[in-house]
């Protein structure tokens, strides 16, 4: 019988977060026992994604790109917070890919270039999508019933700086979207279905979209 007795969700060690770590107490054998955990949607990742479609995509390791992400010590907010916001390790390498790949389904309806069409004109060549927000943003669709325009995905750091995004943007780790309103007379529709859909963010209304009913949703898995 194992009992879960405390839940430590945070662990520094060496400078760096890791996922989750359990204290387990075994009553049986009278044994403490230390678990670690590490979710495949959150950072740091691992060196395969494989997204809704059943795309899989060898990821690459980019030390010099990792480095550039901001310290979770730096936060704002606690523990069980942080560990959602260590440096990826891995990211696809999509200035690599084949234009073959890139046009590739990544799930139902969204190709993988639509989930990360900026990063190379931007200048990065290393990108993420998680593939939970990827299968949200197909169910947003699903749920519209047309055509959705993915307008942001994911921002190296150096992007996001550059265009004033938030200093923790969750566009950074590669779960965060920002969906066009696909019609300004229904802006409020599509929020409110974006709301339904399971994500654990969804940005203030009054925050992307305008008066008119122009803009966009942000919505993101940030893991809490
Ligand atoms: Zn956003």
Same mark, same amino acid.
């Given at each position: 019988?194992?009992?879960?007795?405390?839940?430590? $969700?945070?662990?520094?060690? %060496? =400078?760096?977060?890791? !996922?989750? *770590?359990?204290?387990?107490?075994?009553?049986? @054998?009278?044994?403490?026992?230390?678990?670690?955990?590490?979710?495949?949607?959150?950072?740091?990742?691992?060196? $395969?994604?494989?997204?809704? %479609? =059943?795309?899989?995509? !060898?990821? *690459?390791?980019?030390?010099?790109?990792?480095? @550039?992400?901001?310290?979770?010590?730096?936060?704002?907010?606690?523990?069980?917070?942080?560990?959602?916001?260590?440096?990826?390790?891995?990211?696809?390498?999509?200035?690599?890919?084949?234009?073959?790949?890139?046009?590739?389904?990544?799930?139902?309806?969204f190709s993988l270039d639509e989930y990360v069409r900026l990063p190379d004109r931007n200048g990065d060549r290393r990108c993420y999508v998680d593939a939970q927000i990827a299968q949200h943003v197909q169910d947003l669709r699903q749920a519209w019933g047309g055509p959705l325009v993915i307008n942001s995905s994911f921002r190296s750091p150096r992007f996001n700086a550059a265009i004033g995004g938030a200093f923790f943007s969750r566009h950074m780790y590669g779960d965060a979207l920002d969906v066009a309103v696909p019609d300004t007379r229904r802006a409020q529709d599509f929020y409110n279905l974006a709301l339904a859909i399971g994500v654990d963010f969804v940005d203030a209304f009054s925050n992307t979209v305008a008066a008119d009913g122009s803009g966009w949703v942000h919505i993101d898995d940030r893991g809490f």
């Open positions: 019988m194992l009992v879960a007795l405390t839940a430590v $969700t945070s662990c520094s060690g %060496s =400078g760096r977060i890791i !996922d989750a *770590v359990v204290q387990t107490i075994d009553i049986v @054998n009278n044994q403490q026992r230390t678990d670690v955990y590490r979710q495949a949607s959150d950072p740091p990742y691992g060196p $395969t994604l494989i997204l809704p %479609s =059943g795309l899989r995509l !060898d990821l *690459v390791q980019d030390a010099p790109l990792s480095a @550039n992400y901001p310290d979770p010590a730096a936060l704002p907010f606690g523990g069980n917070r942080r560990v959602h916001y260590q440096a990826p390790e891995y990211f696809i390498d999509i200035g690599g890919l084949p234009p073959a790949t890139r046009s590739a389904r990544a799930s139902v309806n």
